[in-house]
C-alpha cells in the first residue's frame, strides 16, 4: 500500500453541493403545538417558538431542541414539511438565537447536574461512551442519566438480570450491526423486558455512524468479512495506530449534526426511554 496522509486532499469539495437537487416540500408554518418529527434525529415533540433561525421543540419528557428549519428537514402528519416562521412573527424583529449544546438541546444557564437516577444507558465500549459524552454529555447530567461500558455485549444476558429493571429503573443498551440475523440482534432479543429498551445502528463499529465528510473522507471503506474492521480501516489508510486514527474521529465530532441520523436517533429514543417516569 502506497504511504499518504490519509488527511490531506481526500475531499475536493463539498459533498452535497450546490449542484444536488433539491425536493420541493410544502412549506408549514411553525406555530406552537404542532406536533412535528425531526427527521434527521428522530426527535418527537411539539413546537414551543421560533428562536432566531432555529425552531424550538419540546419532547415529551419536556427536553426542548432547537433545531434547523432547512427544507424537508420535518415531518407533520407523516409528510415531510418545511417549517417557517408564522406570519404574525414577521414583524416582532429577530431574536438572538439561544446558546444550545452540541446534541441541539437548548443550553439551561447555571444548570447542574442532577443526582445520579437508578436507570442507566448501557454502550458496549469506550468509544462509543467517549461519542455519546461528547455530543450528549450536557443532557445526560442534566437528566441524571449515567452512561456505563459494557466492554461487549456477549454478557448482556447477565448485566441485564443483576440490575434487575422495573419503572424506576429502566434499562437501554445501545449496540454496533443491529440488524437482522446477527449476533447483536439475538442477544437483544433474549433481554425483551418492558423496561430495557436496545437500540443500535446497523454500521460494524461506531466509527462509521460519524459522517465521512466529517471525517474528511468521502466514505468509510469497506472491510471484507474476516478481518478486523478497525485493523482494516488503519490499512485503508495507511495509519497504523488505532487510537490515533480514533483521535482524530472523535475530534472531527462537533454537533450531532456530525453523526449518521441511525446513531442520532438511537441514542435520543434511549434518553427519551431511561428518563421517563413511568407508570408506578
Known amino acids: 500500500m502506497t504511504s ?68 424537508g428537514a420535518f415531518d407533520v402528519k407523516g409528510r415531510a414539511v418545511s417549517l417557517v416562521r408564522p406570519r404574525t412573527a414577521a414583524t416582532a424583529g429577530p431574536a438572538a438565537a439561544p446558546a444550545t449544546t452540541t446534541s441541539g438541546s437548548i443550553a439551561v444557564a447555571g444548570s447542574r447536574a442532577r443526582v445520579a437516577q437508578a436507570s442507566r444507558i448501557l454502550v458496549e465500549g469506550v468509544h462509543d461512551a467517549e461519542l455519546v459524552e461528547k455530543v450528549w454529555g450536557d443532557d445526560l447530567r442534566i437528566e441524571g442519566v449515567v452512561v456505563e461500558r459494557l466492554d461487549g455485549i456477549d454478557h448482556l444476558a447477565a448485566v441485564v438480570d443483576s440490575f434487575r429493571p422495573g419503572p424506576r429503573n429502566r434499562l437501554g443498551v445501545l449496540v454496533d450491526h443491529l440488524v437482522p440475523g446477527s449476533k447483536e440482534a439475538r442477544l437483544a432479543a433474549e433481554v425483551a423486558h418492558p423496561h430495557v429498551l436496545v437500540t443500535g ?80
Open 4 to 71: 499518504r496522509d490519509p488527511w490531506a486532499g481526500i475531499l475536493s469539495g463539498p459533498v452535497d453541493g450546490p449542484a444536488r437537487l433539491r425536493a420541493t416540500y410544502p412549506e408549514i408554518p411553525a406555530t406552537p403545538g404542532l406536533a412535528v418529527r425531526h427527521r434527521a434525529s428522530g426527535f418527537t415533540g411539539v413546537v414551543v417558538r421560533v428562536e432566531g433561525d432555529g425552531v424550538v421543540v419540546r419532547g415529551a419528557t419536556g427536553l426542548e431542541r432547537i433545531l434547523r428549519p432547512s427544507p
Open 201 to 280: 445502528t446497523p454500521f460494524v463499529d461506531v466509527w462509521q455512524a460519524v459522517r465521512p465528510a466529517s471525517v474528511g473522507i468521502l466514505t468509510w471503506p469497506d472491510i471484507p468479512r474476516g478481518t478486523d474492521w478497525k485493523a482494516g480501516v488503519c490499512q485503508w489508510l495507511g495509519v497504523a495506530d488505532p487510537a490515533a486514527v480514533w483521535r482524530h474521529v472523535l475530534g472531527s465530532v462537533r454537533t450531532y449534526a456530525d453523526l449518521e441520523p441511525a446513531l442520532v436517533g438511537a441514542v435520543e429514543r434511549l434518553i427519551d426511554f431511561v428518563t421517563d417516569p413511568g407508570d408506578g
